[in-house]
């Protein structure tokens, strides 16, 4: 099945500090991929849409001077998050949709990468 | 009102029986619909598609009913490695937004 890969799958860094998460569709070309976030038990949660090659459609309530998403090509997209704070700590997903299979909007998704801001 | 509301459970079954989970959504424009598993801090995985006459795929059933607004997923005969937490996911309007509902954790006893 179609791949998406996320990279790092953690990182630890200190308040104050931006850390870059790269998601990669590996085996298909995706025009939009998006970005959630998912505290401990609580569901997925949609922070944005990216799109290549324009502005990246962000949720309310999420802010786009501290997530910067950049999505440069067909295959990848990534999610900077600037002067991250404890508060920032969560499990962050991308996911890819591939236009060239499947239908009714499935999505694939990431193995998520796991944010701890101390 | 959540957009996609589901019983956090837990559902502790034993192994060999029948489980049904449901799902309510409140948007009636909602397109399309899914159920997702997911597995202790890992990302969710498509379990299968809901289509308005039913589906199967193997010990797996889901079911939609628009007029009330809800789908169903059942699994038969449990087996150890269905302990999860399902997400029921529901697409509304020409876009490709997926809202995710909280998740119904299931475990599964031997």
């Known amino acids: 099945g179609a791949v998406v890969s996320q990279h790092p799958s953690r990182v630890i860094c200190k308040s104050g500090t931006s850390v870059k998460i790269e998601c990669r569709s590996l085996?298909?070309?995706?025009?939009?991929m998006f970005w959630y976030r998912q505290f401990p038990k609580q569901s997925l949660m949609l922070m944005a849409t990216?799109?290549?090659?324009?502005?990246?459609?962000?949720e309310q309530g999420v802010e786009k001077d501290k997530f910067l998403i950049n999505h440069a090509s067909l295959t990848l997209s990534t999610l900077t998050v600037t002067s991250a704070h404890p508060e920032d700590s969560s499990f962050y997903i991308c996911?890819?949709?591939?236009?060239?299979?499947?239908?009714?909007?499935?999505?694939?998704f990431g193995p998520g990468t796991r944010l701890t801001v101390t | 009102r959540k957009e996609v509301e589901q019983d956090p459970g837990p559902f502790n079954v034993p192994e060999g029986a029948t489980v049904a989970f449901n799902c309510t959504y409140s948007?009636?424009?909602?397109?399309?619909f899914f159920w997702y598993r997911q597995d202790c801090r890992k990302e969710p995985k498509l379990l299968m598609s809901?289509?308005?006459s039913g589906n199967e795929d193997g010990r797996f059933t889901a079911q939609l009913n628009r007029a009330s607004q809800y789908i169903s997923l059942l699994i038969r005969d449990s087996k150890l490695s269905d302990s999860a937490t399902y997400l029921c996911?529901?697409?509304?309007?020409?876009?490709?937004?997926?809202?995710f509902g909280t998740g119904t954790r299931l475990t599964i006893i031997p």
């Open positions: 085996d298909f070309q995706a025009t939009t």
């Open positions: 996911v529901v697409n509304t309007g020409g876009n490709e937004k997926l809202t």
């Open positions: 990216s799109n290549e090659g324009s502005k990246a459609t962000y």
């Open positions: 948007n009636s424009a909602s397109q399309s």
């Open positions: 809901v289509y308005s």
């Open positions: 996911s890819a949709r591939d236009p060239q299979r499947g239908g009714d909007h499935e999505q694939y």
